[in-house]
C-alpha cells in the first residue's frame, strides 16, 4: 500500500492534508441559500442556460449555438460601454471614455480569440447543421449592426433586416442617426482648437464617412506635438487600437467561413467569403491610419 501523502503545514512539522470537505466548513462557507438570494439567481441562469435549443439532432448544434449566444453577451457588454464612451467624449470627459474604450477593444480581442473554438467544427460537421438555419445570418444580428454604426460604418441597407421588430429597429436606427464615436472624436477636436472642417462637424450623421485631407490636418497638429495635446493623442491611439482588433475580427470571421463552408453562398443571400473579404477593407477611422504615413 502506498504510503499516505504528508504535507508540510505552516508551523513546519507534518500533518495530514485537509479534506476539501473540511475546508468548506472551516473557512464558514455559505452554503444554505434557502433564504436569500444565491448565485443563480442574480445571475438569471436559468433564463440563460435553458436557452439553447439545438434544432437538428447533431451534436455540434451546440458549439454553434453558445458561440453565437456568448458573442451576443461580449455584444451587448461593447454596446454598453460604447455607447457611454461616445456621450463622454460628446461631453468633454476623456478621462473615462479611455477607460471604456480599452474595455472595448479588450472585449474584441476576446471575440477574436473566440473563433479557435468555432474553428474545431469541420466542414461535414457544419453542412449537418446548416440547413436547419435556413435563411438566418448575422445580417440580423442588431447588436453587431449597431457596433459597426455607433463606430461609425454607415449604411442604410444593412436597417432592412431589423424591419420585422419595430423594437429591434428604433435600437438599429438610434445607432444609425446618431453621431458615431469618430464624429464626435472630430467635434471634440474643433472644440480644442483643432482645424476641422465644418463639413466633418455637422452633418447628416446617417451618411457613410467621408476621409477628408483637411480633417488629417487636424489630427497631425495633435500627433506632430503629442506632449501639448496628449489626451487627444491618446484618444487617437485609443481609436486605432479598437480598429486594429476590429480588423482581427473581420479577419477571422471570412477565414473561419472559408475554412468552414469554403466558397458557399451564405445563407444571408451573398456570395459568402467573396463578401465577407470586401468587408475587409472598411476603414472606420482613415485619416488616424493615414497620418502615419506623414510623420
Ligand atoms: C461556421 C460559422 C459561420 C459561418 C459559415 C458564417 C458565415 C457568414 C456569411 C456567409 C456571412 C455573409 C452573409 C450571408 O450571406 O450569409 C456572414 C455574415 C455575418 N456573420 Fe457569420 N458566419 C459564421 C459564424 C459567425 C459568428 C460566430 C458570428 C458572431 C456573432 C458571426 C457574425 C456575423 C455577422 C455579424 C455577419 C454580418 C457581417 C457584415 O455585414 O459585415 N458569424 N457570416
Ligand atoms: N451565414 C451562415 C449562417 C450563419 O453563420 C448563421 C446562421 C444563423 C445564426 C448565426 C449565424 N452566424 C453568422 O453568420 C452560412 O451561410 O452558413
Redesign the pocket.
Known sequence: MAPPRIQRSAGGHMSEPKKPHDIVHEEKAKLDFSQSMSYGDYLQLDAILQAQKPLSPDHNEML?IIQ?QTSELWMKLMLHELSAAIAHVASDELQPAFKMLARVSRIMEQLVHAWDVLATMTPPE?SAI?PY?AS????Q?WQYRSIEFRLGNKNAAMLKPHEHSAERLAAVRAAYEAPSLYDEALRLLARRGLPMPASHTARDWTQPYEASDAVEQGWLVVYRQPEKHWDLYQLGEELIDLEDAFRLWRFRHVTT?ERV?GF?????GTG?VSYLRKMLDVVLFPEIWKLRTDL
Open positions: 454553434f453565437h457544419y446548416r438555419l438566418s445570418s448575422g445580417f444580428s467561413v463552408i458557399k453562398r451564405g445563407t444571408g459568402g
